[in-house]
């Protein structure tokens, strides 16, 4: 087998995951990539969405995030965002409450830059409760 992948997700006020991977999978602004060892050096935009990391040890960690940068270069794969989210850090009960909450906001135009970050994540919240329990979403 070869290397495994060095793999961190960065939020802007936290580290929210690092860890060896086998492969990953993000959305990028130009569709989904899959990073498997020995990738290609490759730097991309990243939309709000549901990343998917597969450790080493074969279980998944799903990361919401509300869009960001992708820098991949010799096995070390780096996620960059403002705003993330672990799985286990959401129910989708509050993902729900926060989405409702930013769409009323956007709806009346008081949407700070801000807001529109956390909005994006709340969308990417709902996208990895979701992916969490095998429904596909928009």
């Known amino acids: 087998m070869a290397d495994p992948l060095q793999v961190e997700v960065v939020a802007a ?12 999978i993000v959305r990028t ?7 498997l060892p020995r990738h290609e050096a490759l730097l991309a935009g990243l939309v709000p969405s549901a990343c998917e990391i ?6 998944r960690q799903v990361v919401a995030i509300d869009g ?3 820098a991949v270069n010799e096995n070390r794969v780096s996620i960059m965002t403002q705003f993330a989210s672990l799985s286990e850090e959401v129910t989708p009960e509050q993902a729900q409450r926060e989405l409702d909450r930013f769409e009323r906001l956007k709806e009346a135009g008081e949407m700070t830059e801000d807001d529109l970050h956390r909005y994006h994540l709340a969308t990417a919240q709902m996208k990895l409760i ?9």
């Open 54 to 59: 597969v450790t080493t040890d074969g279980s």
């Open 29 to 35: 602004t130009e569709g989904d990539i899959g990073i």
């Open 68 to 70: 960001g940068f992708l």
């Open 130 to 138: 979701a992916k969490e329990n095998g429904i596909r979403a928009h």
């Open 13 to 24: 006020d936290r580290l929210v995951w690092e860890g060896e991977a086998t492969n990953v």
